[in-house]
Structures are given as C-alpha cells and as structure tokens.
T-cell receptor
Framework: AQTVTQSQPEMSVQEAETVTLSCTYDTSESDYYLFWYKQPPSRQMILVIR??????QNATENRFSVNFQKAAKSFSLKISDSQLGDAAMYFC?????????????FGTGTRLTIIP | GAVVSQHPSWVICKSGTSVKIECRSLDFQATTMFWYRQFPKQSLMLMAT?????????EQGVEKDKFLINHASLTLSTLTVTSAHPEDSSFYIC????????????????FGPGTRLTVL
C-alpha cells in the first residue's frame, strides 16, 4: 500500500519570503502522479500543482514549484514570495496509474501560517 | 473549468435519523466520484469510490450498510448516513474525476466544497 508522509505539522513564513514544505512517499509502482493541494479555512480543496513521475522536469506554477526526487521518493513544495492568501493547510497526495486504482492517498497535512 | 457542488453545505440532525448528501458535477460527466471524510485538523480519508451504474467500492473499515452510496447518473452521487450517531459528525467531501477527452484536466479529481454534518 502506498503511504504519504508530511513531517511538518506546522510551518510559518514571513510575507514575501520563501518556504518549503516536505513530503515523502512510499510505493512499489514506477508510474504515478503526485499532487499538492491547498485547503484554506473555507475547507475547499484546491489543486496547487501536479507532477507526473515519468517527467524528470520539476513542475512549476507561478510562485509554486516542486523538487521531485524520484529515487529518494521525495516531493517538496516551494512557495516563493509568500502572500497572506497562501495561509492554509497543504496536503501532499499520491495517485497510482494502474487501472482501477484511481484513488488519492493524502498525507497528514502541513498548516502554513504567513506572518505579515 | 470543472465544478463540483455539494448539498447541503451543513446539516444538523438528531441521533438515529438518516441524512443524505448530494454531490454533483456541474459541467462535466463523472463516471467515478469519491467520498472522503475529514475530522477536525486531520487529513482526508477515502471512504468509498462511487461508480455510475454499479456498486460503490468501500475502503476497509467503512460500513457499507451505514454509508449508502448511490451513483444515480453521470452527474450525481449521493451519500446517505443511516441511523446517524454523534460519532458520525464530521466534514464529508466528494470529488469527481474529469474524463473529458482533450481536457487539460483529464483524469484530475475536482473537489466539492464539503458538507459539515453534526449529529446531536
């Protein structure tokens, strides 16, 4: 079974600074997707960024980028120029690509606080 | 975009009653929807996978007879919590998989805004 581990229950960063959230996972599959989701106080889950395991290039979405280390099974999220609206719970998630196994496995989350 | 709605957004019920939560994909058809449960300050735990036209697939430890799932159409899945008890109080979230060919979000899951259930 796949597991996703987020070792940082809480993180804080000064506004406009950069912060990195950690995520590691365990799987025996060779092809899969990894995601970072944001859950603000509204509780609506929002996709931040997605990485396909077969792609060596790290995904980037504006101020958000990942450091994907497949051999180490590590998938960290870097938020640059942090903004007050970035304050939320961040969940790392894994999805295999085998047919019939489309479910997402979530980590325990990291609560990010932005300090004005 | 792909929008998923849930109704109601919150519900309070008495112990022993049943509550139905609806999950709708508004601008796409979803053959597969997922139901999650989230306790305060915890992660999302998958309860079941809802498949249009067939029985839902439940995760280990989830009571099938207590959490009834019906995927009545390509845009609607319902979760009924039967004989609800205070320990069923939680935040329930659904998601739907976008399988529109050519979509930039193909195979991505889109989440509903969630339903907060409080059982007194």
């Amino acid at each position: 079974a796949q597991t996703v581990t987020q070792s940082q229950p809480e993180m804080s960063v000064q506004e406009a600074e950069t912060v990195t959230l950690s995520c590691t996972y365990d799987t025996s599959e060779s092809d899969y997707y990894l995601f970072w989701y944001k859950q603000p106080p509204s509780r609506q889950m929002i996709l931040v960024i997605r990485q396909e395991a077969y792609k060596q290039q790290n995904a980037t979405e504006n101020r958000f980028s990942v450091n994907f280390q497949k051999a180490a099974k590590s998938f960290s999220l870097k938020i640059s120029d942090s903004q007050l609206g970035d304050a939320a719970m961040y969940f790392c998630a894994y999805k295999g690509l085998r047919s019939g196994n489309e479910k997402l496995t979530f980590g325990t989350g990291t609560r990010l606080t932005i300090i004005p | 975009g792909a929008v998923v709605s849930q109704h109601p957004s919150w519900v309070i019920c008495k112990s022993g009653t049943s509550v139905k939560i609806e999950c709708r994909s508004l601008d796409f058809q979803a053959t597969t929807m997922f139901w999650y449960r989230q306790f305060p300050k915890q992660s999302l735990m998958l309860m079941a996978t809802s498949n249009e036209g067939s029985k839902a697939t439940y995760e280990q430890g989830v009571e099938k007879d207590k959490f009834l799932i019906n995927h009545a159409s390509l845009t609607l899945s319902t979760l009924t919590v039967t004989s609800a008890h205070p320990e069923d109080s939680s935040f329930y979230i659904c998601s739907a998989r976008d399988l529109r060919q050519g979509s930039s979000s193909y195979n991505e899951q889109f989440f509903g805004p969630g339903t907060r259930l409080t059982v007194l």
